[in-house]
């Protein structure tokens, strides 16, 4: 069946800043166990924040790791290359892959590696060094294992075209950040065309495959439980 994604979900409640949209997944939805009541909402804040709230209810024991897969290009649309943006990742180590991009459970520190982004710094400059992380996934789309716990600053991004900067706020584990390596000839509106590496993904996450990793945080929900995060994108406008 249909990932959730590609779905049409009922509209729940809307107000002025905010929508919520609901979503009924049945028993063996996509083969998981568990009737899933799958609420998500989108709230405009005064701080301007665009936040995302999801709630899920289950009746069996099932896996949730719901995220948000919004390319991001701050210098505007149909701007052209996202690779002179600074990054900013508040995470000391990442999650190594294999050839399929599935983690390994290996964690690997950013330390000494283009994998850094520990002080700010333009996606370019490393994403094309010699080093087999890169090279498997064809740049940076990689699973960082985020700083701290609750809700926190894990992430930003800034164009020094706009002085736009974005915040990117979760209680989750871990930031899949991506650099569209794999983007081709997406029309996008007004007849712009994106391309490779012309935007990027804040994903935030539970690490892949979790559940075949005790030592990863895992994304599984007991019957009755609720699974509940919230993330947020914040933006700023420089002087």
Same mark, same amino acid.
């Given at each position: 069946s249909d990932f959730y994604n590609i779905r049409i979900w009922e509209t729940e409640e809307v107000t002025e800043t905010s929508v919520r949209f609901k979503l009924h997944s049945p028993d063996g939805d996509q083969g998981f166990p568990g009737e899933v009541k799958i609420e998500v909402s989108y709230t405009v804040t005064e701080e301007?924040?665009? &936040?995302?709230?999801?709630? !899920?209810?289950? #009746?069996? $024991?099932?896996?949730?790791?719901?995220?948000?897969?919004s390319y991001f290009n701050l210098s505007g649309h149909a701007s052209g290359s996202a690779w002179n943006a600074k990054v900013?990742? #508040?995470a000391d180590a990442f999650?190594?892959?294999d050839e399929e991009l599935i983690p390994t459970g290996t964690v690997i520190p950013v330390e000494g590696t283009p994998m850094d982004f520990r002080k700010e710094k333009v996606v370019a400059k490393e994403i094309g060094e010699d080093y087999t992380p890169l090279k498997l996934a064809g740049g940076y789309d990689h699973n960082w294992v985020l700083n701290g716990t609750g809700f926190r600053k894990v992430a930003s991004a800034e164009s020094e075209e706009t002085g736009i900067k974005m915040e990117v706020y979760t209680d989750l584990p871990g930031l899949q950040f991506y650099t569209a390596n794999f983007v $081709?000839?997406? &029309?996008? &509106?007004?007849?712009?065309?994106?391309?490779?590496?012309? !935007?990027?993904? +804040?994903?935030?996450?539970? +690490?892949? #495959?979790?559940v075949h990793k005790d030592h990863f945080e895992g994304p599984e929900v007991k019957a009755g439980e609720i699974y509940e995060t919230t993330t947020a994108y914040r933006f700023i406008k420089g002087e």
């Open positions: 301007n924040e665009l &936040k995302i709230h999801y709630y !899920a209810v289950t #009746d069996q $024991d099932t896996l949730l790791n719901m995220t948000n897969h900013w990742l #508040d999650t190594e892959t $081709d000839h997406e &029309k996008g &509106k007004e007849g712009a065309v994106y391309n490779m590496r012309q !935007a990027a993904c +804040f994903e935030t996450q539970y +690490f892949p #495959d979790a």
